[in-house]
DNA sequence: CTTCATGCAAAACATTTGCAGCTGG
DNA sequence: CCAGCTGCAAATGTTTTGCATGAAG
C-alpha cells in the first residue's frame, strides 16, 4: 500500500498549509484546496489572475472575490508572500512564505528567488546607519532575465 | 550684491531639474514651479496627497491632476524616485532621483536613505546566482524607526 | 444545525484620460 | 500667436465590501 504522507516538496508544502488551516479552525471548501494546491505547486508566482483562471478550469462559479478572499487569509497565516506592485500586477509566491530576494524581467516578467547570502550583511548596515529595528524587508532587482538577453540581441 | 547661482544644496538641486526642464523645451508654469521647489526642498518623502496640499496653499485652483502630469514628467526625466507601494500609498524623492535603499517605519510612515555600501555585494550574488542583467532595484526594509521604539515601549 | 464561505454586484479608491479654455515663451 | 499646460470631470482597473444563499463540520 502507498504511503498517503507526503513524499514530493509540493505535497510537503500544501501539507503545511493545510495544517494552519485547521490548526485555526478554518474551512477547507473545494475552491480554497484549489487554490492552495496551485500556490503550493507553482514555481512562477502567480497572480491573482492566474490563480483566478486556473481555479476556474475546476470550478467555474468560482467568483474572483473568493480568490483575494483566500489569498487575505494565507497572508493572515503567513503562508503566502505577497509582492504587491504600485500598478496592481501583485504576484504571490507560495513556495517561501518569508521575505527574500527576487529578480524580475521587466520584459517577460518572469521572477527568480535564488539563495542569497548577503542580505545580512546589508540589512545590518541599514540597522547600524539608521536606528530602526526591522522586521522584514523588500527586495526586488529588476533587469533583463537570460532568456530576455538573448532574444534581445537578435 | 547677493550671488544669484545656487548656494544651498536645495537650490542646487532645484536649479538641475530646471535645467532639464529648459533642456527640453516644457514650460515652467506657477504651479510646476510650486512643485518642483517643494520636492527639490523636502526631506521627507512626500505623497502626491501632501505635496498637492501644498500647492494648494500658494494656488488653490490647482487640480491633483496636474500633480500627478507634473510627476510623470519629472519621472521620464529621471528627477524624482518614486516610492510605489501597493496601497497607493506612493511616494517621493526628489533628492535622489536614483535607486538607493530605504528604512520605512511601519507605524509613523517615517522615511530614511541612510548610504550604504554593501549593496553592489547584494546586486553582484544576485546576478551571478540569476543570470539576470538589473537596469534599477527597489530596497525596502520595514520597521521601527528609533521614536516609535521609544514610544512603544512606555 | 450553526457558522462560516461563496458568488454576485456594488462600492471604494488612487491614478489616468479627454477636452475646452488658458498662457508661457 | 500656438503648442503645450491646466482644471474639471468622467473613465479606468484592481481590490474590497455587503448581503443573500449554500455548504462544511
New interface residues.
Partial sequence: MKNHHPVTPKEERLAQILAKIKGRDFRLTPQRLAILNILAASEDHPSVDDIYKEVRNRFPTTSIATVYKTIALLKELNEVL?L?????S?RYDGHRPYPH?H?I??RCRKI?D??????D???E??KK??????????????????EC?KNSRK
Fill in positions: 505577497e504587491g506592485f504600485p500598478d496592481g501583485n530576494p529578480a524581467c521587466t527568480m535564488p539563495e542569497i547570502s548577503s542580505v550583511e546589508l540589512s548596515e541599514m546607519k539608521t536606528g530602526y529595528s526591522f522586521s522584514f524587508h523588500r527586495l526586488d532587482f529588476f533587469g533583463l532575465c537570460p538577453q
